[in-house]
C-alpha cells in the first residue's frame, strides 16, 4: 500500500478544480462542506473565471497553485477531465478523484477515454479514484471530498465503521442509514468505474486503520483476485469484520450491474462461497448489513453462542428463543439449580430460558435486579438478550427500569447485551451507552448476535491455522488429454485413482482385464473424446475375458462412427468401483476469483437441486470439511437408511489436494471434471472414476 493511497483520505492540502461559488453545485458542494467541517488543510479552488469562490482566493489553474495539493477533486464534465489529470500529473499531484461519468460504463468511446486517463496517471505515479463516483470522506479531519447530498442537513460524525462502495448512491444511502442509527464513520469511499482504486485495495487500507472495527462493503464485482483476498485476509487476521452487499445474484442483476460500472462480476455462488472462506459476512439486505456492521462496531465478540433471553412475556420471549435458534445460537436451559432459586424469588415465573419472569417483576424493581443477575451470574450465557417493549419509553417506568437493569449488570463487562425495545432516539442512545445493542425487531437482533458468534469462530480458525501453499509444480503436455493422461498428472499430485490398464489398439484387452480380476469397466480412451457415454464407449460390469474382447470391439466401432476423427489411444480397462457414495467434483477458472474448487453430490443433487459449493485455491483440509458439510445433502455422507458413515475425512484430503494443484497450475489448467467420485465407507478413502482436464492453450509455452 503505498502512501500516495492515503493522500485521498487524509490530506494536507486538497485542489477543486471546477470549484463553484454555488454550494448546491457539484463544484460547490465539496467548498461547502469542507469548510462548514472545518479541514485543517489548505483548500485551493480552481476556476480561471473567477478570483474568489464561496469566500476563498481562486487560482486560474493547477499550474497556478502556490502549493502542490496532496490530491485534487475534479469536478468537471468529462471531455475536460483528461485535461485535468493531465495538469495535475505535471505538476506532481499524488492522487486524484473524478466525479464526472461518461467513461468506461458508457461504451467503447468511453472507455478509450478512460483508459487514456489512466495512462496519463500512471506515468506520472498519480493515483485516481473513479471516474464516476461520489468521491471521498474522513470525518476525523473534517475532510469531505464528495458532491454527496447527503451531507446537505449534517455532516458525519467519527467512528468505528468504515465504508467503501463501488455505487456512490448506495455508499450515501448507507453512511445515512448508519447516521440514523447512532453510529460514526471512520472513512467512506465510493470507487465508481474502479480505473485505478478499487473496492479490494480500499477494504485493505481500512482494515490498517487502527479506528475502524468493521467495514461495511459494497460491489458489484471484483477486479483484482490477489489484492482482494488479501485483503480479506488482513481483515480476518487483524479480527475486524466485513460485512459485504454483494449485487448479481440474477442473471438480470449480473448484466445491469456490468452495464452501471463496467464491473465484471463473476459467478454470484463462487463470491458467496468465497466470502465465507475468508470469514466475511454477506448481507442478504441492507438492512442486515447494518444490523451487523451496528452489533461489530464495539470489536467485542462472544466467547460462545450460548444465549440467555430475559422476558416479561412469554410470546415475545418464545418468538425470540426460535429466531435465536434459527441463527445458530444456543438457547441452552438454565442449570437446575439457578432455575430453583429464581421460582423461590418469583414462583409463577418460568425460568428455564426463555426467562420469563412475568410482568409480577415490574412491580418490585430490585426484585428485578436480583432476578437478571441470577440468571447472568448462574446461567454460564456469553450473551444476554432482553424483551423491554416500550417500557423504556414509559414516563415511569424508563429510568427505573434502566437503572435495575445497569445494577444487574454491574462486573458482566464481557457479556454481549442486546435488548428489543421501542423507545425515542434519545433513550436509545442511553441504553447504547451503557453497553446494549437496542433492536426494534427481535428476529433482527438474533441475525445480528448470530453473525458476531459467526465472525468469531472464523477468527478463532483462523488463529490456529497454517498457511495453505500451492502444490508441486508438474510438466504438462500440450493439447487435450486423455482420460489416462489426465489421472496420471493428478496422480503426481497425490490423488489416488483405481489400478487401470491402457490397452493399444490391437492389444488383448480380455488378458489385462483378467490380470485385473472381474467385473471390469471398459472406456475408450483418446484427448478428443471428452464424453465416452455420449458416444457409447464405455462398457460397464464386464465379467469374463471374451466378453471384454467383444466390449472392446464394440466401443471401437463406436467411436469411430461417431468421432472418426478422434486420435485413439486405446481401451482403458479399470475394476468395478465398490459401493459408496457419489460425488462431484470440479476444478473452474473464475474469471474473476481464478480457480476454484467444485464439490456436490451427483445425479439428482447436482443435476436437479444444483447443490453444490465452492472454494477458491488453495485450502486446507479443515477448509474442505467445512465445503463438505455446507452442501444440503451432508446427511447422505454420514449415512441414512442403514448406510455407513462416508469417509468425509478422505475427502477432504482429495479435495485439498485437488486445490493445490489448482492452485500451482492455474495459468495452465482451464477445468478439471472429476465425476464421479465415490466416498466408500469411513477408513476406506474415495475412489475418482473418471478424470478429465482442459488446459489453456495460450499459456502452454509458459514456464513450461
Known sequence: MTSDFSTLLAPRSVALVGASDDPTRIGGRPLRYLKEGGFKGAVLPVNPKR???????????????????????????????????????QAGVKSAIVF?????????????????????????????????????????????????????NQLITPGPVGIVSQSGA???????????????????????????IDVAETIDWMVQQPETNVIMAYAEGVRDRDTFIAALERARKAEKAIIFMKTG?????????????????????????????????????????????????????????????????????????????????????????????????????????????????????????RYVRAMITEGGYDIFTAILGTGPSSKNFADPLRNALMAAMDGQDGKIRGLTMSAPDTVVRQYEQDGF????????????????????????RNRNAAEVAQGQRFDMPKGP???????????????????????????????????????????????????????????????????????????????????????????????????????????M????????????????????????????????????MRMIREIRGFAMLEGVRGAPPSDVEALARFLSDLSRFAAAHADRVESIDLNPVRVLPRGQGVVPLDALIVLNEETANDRD
Open 51 to 89: 478570483e474568489t469562490v464561496q469566500g476563498l482566493p481562486a487560482f486560474a489553474s493547477i499550474a497556478a497553485l502556490p502549493v502542490v495539493p496532496d490530491t485534487a477533486i475534479l469536478a468537471v464534465p468529462a471531455h475536460l477531465t483528461r485535461q485535468a489529470v493531465e495538469d495535475c500529473a
Open 100 to 152: 464526472s461519468a461518461g467513461f468506461a460504463e458508457t461504451g467503447a468511446d468511453g472507455e478509450r477515454l478512460q483508459k487514456d486517463m489512466v495512462s496519463i496517471a500512471r506515468n506520472s505515479g498519480m493515483r485516481l479514484l473513479g471516474p464516476n463516483c461520489l468521491g471521498v470522506f474522513n470525518p476525523s479531519i473534517g475532510y469531505f471530498g464528495t458532491f454527496s447530498v447527503v451531507l446537505d
Open 170 to 196: 448506495y455508499g450515501a444511502h448507507v453512511a445515512h442509514l448508519a447516521r440514523k442509527r447512532g453510529l460514526g464513520i471512520s472513512h467512506w469511499v465510493t470507487t465508481g468505474n474502479e480505473c485505478d
Open 249 to 369: 445474484r440474477s442473471d438480470v442483476g449480473a448484466e445491469a450491474a456490468a452495464s452501471h460500472t463496467a464491473s465484471l462480476a463473476g459467478s454470484d455462488a463462487v463470491f458467496d462461497a468465497v466470502l465465507r472462506q475468508y470469514g466475511v459476512y454477506r448481507a442478504a439486505t441492507t438492512a442486515e448489513q447494518l444490523d451487523v456492521a451496528y452489533a461489530c462496531a464495539s470489536g467485542i465478540y462472544p466467547p460462545s453462542n450460548r444465549v440467555g433471553i430475559f422476558t416479561m412475556s412469554g410470546g415475545f420471549g418464545i418468538q425470540l428463543a426460535d429466531d435465536a435458534e434459527a441463527a445458530g445460537l444456543d438457547v441452552a436451559p438454565m442449570p437446575e439449580a439457578a432455575q430453583g432459586k429464581l421460582k423461590e424469588m418469583l414462583p409463577y415465573s418460568s425460568p428455564r430460558n426463555p426467562v420469563d419472569a412475568t410482568a409480577q417483576v415490574v412491580s418490585d424493581m430490585d426484585m428485578l435486579t
Open 437 to 460: 445493542l437496542v433492536f426494534e425487531d427481535g428476529s433482527a437482533l438474533a441475525r445480528a448476535l448470530g453473525a458476531l458468534v459467526w465472525l468469531k469462530q472464523s477468527f478463532e
Open 481 to 587: 488429454l486423455s482420460e489416462a493422461q489426465a489421472k496420471a498428472i493428478l496422480g503426481q499430485a497425490g490423488l489416488a485413482f483405481p489400478g487401470e490398464h491402457l490397452v493399444p489398439v490391437g492389444g488383448d484387452v480380455g488378458e489385462a482385464a483378467s490380470q485385473l480380476g472381474f467385473p471390469v469397466v471398459l472406456k475408450i480412451c483418446s484427448p478428443d473424446i471428452a464424453h465416452k457415454t455420449e458416444v457409447g464407449a464405455v462398457a460397464v460390469n464386464v465379467r469374463d475375458a471374451d466378453a471384454a474382447r467383444q466390449a472392446a470391439e464394440t466401443i471401437l466401432k463406436s467411436a469411430s462412427e461417431h468421432a472418426p476423427d478422434a486420435r485413439i489411444d486405446g481401451i482403458l480397462v479399470a475394476p468395478m468401483a465398490p459401493d459408496g457414495v457419489e460425488t462431484i467434483v470440479g476444478v
Open 589 to 624: 477458472q473464475d474469471p474473476v476469483l481464478g480457480p476454484v474448487v467444485m464439490f456436490g453430490l451427483g445425479g439428482i443433487f447436482v443435476e436437479v437441486l444444483k447443490d453444490v459449493t465452492f472454494r477458491a485455491a488453495p485450502f486446507d483440509e479443515a477448509e474442505a
